[in-house]
C-alpha cells in the first residue's frame, strides 16, 4: 500500500466505526469553529487567515501581544 501498514491493518482501521465516530466529531467541532479548511491556524481562540509561514503567524503574535 506504500502507507506503512498491510492491507489488512488499513482495512480494520477504515471500518472501525469508533474511529470513524471520533473523526466526525472532530470535523464537527471544527466546522462549528469555522473551519472550512485544512490547515486550519486560530491564535488567540481566533482564526488565522494569514499566510501560513511562521514569519506571519510570528508577527500576528507579536501583534496580539503588544495590545
Known sequence: LGLGMTEVAFERCITNESLSQAILAGRNVAR??????????????????????????????????RQ
Open 32 to 65: 462549528s469553529k469555522g473551519v472550512n479548511v485544512i490547515p486550519a491556524f486560530f491564535i488567540n481562540g481566533m482564526p488565522f487567515d494569514g499566510e501560513k509561514t511562521y514569519e506571519a503567524i510570528s508577527a500576528e503574535v507579536d501583534r496580539i501581544l
